[in-house]
Nanobody
């Protein structure tokens, strides 16, 4: 059974940084793309970033604007999201997701497994 466990969430002031990690288990991690999504209160869940199975290709949402970096460690079965220059609009629950594809995708339906999420709160 695939399990994804996020960590690294918390409260940060505007302009600050946080680093999210997601530990995966249950299948061959290096075969599949991984992604991060987020859901703010009262809003739909939205794509944040994705990385291909090899780590060689990445994709970001426009609102990231070079502030976030996704990376993965296939020997440790982890994917991370480094978030810099955070602003209050980044406040949301952030979810790690495991795709059925090797290439990255921004489509939520292409992700088979999801973590429980970790809360990020950015104060102004």
């Amino acid at each position: 059974q695939v399990q994804l466990v996020e960590s690294g969430g918390g409260l940060v002031q505007a302009g600050g940084s946080l680093r999210l990690s997601c530990a995966a288990s249950g299948r061959t991690f290096s075969n599949y793309a991984m992604g991060w999504f987020r859901q703010a209160p009262g809003k739909e869940r939205e794509f944040v970033a994705a990385i291909s199975s090899s780590g060689g290709n990445t994709r970001y949402a426009d609102f990231v604007k070079d502030r976030f970096t996704i990376s993965r460690g296939n020997t440790k079965n982890t994917v991370t999201l480094q978030m810099n220059s955070l602003n209050p609009e980044d406040t949301a629950v952030y979810y790690c997701a495991d795709s059925r594809l090797a290439l990255f995708t921004i489509t939520q339906s292409k992700y088979d497994y999801w973590g429980r999420g970790t809360q990020i709160t950015v104060s102004s």
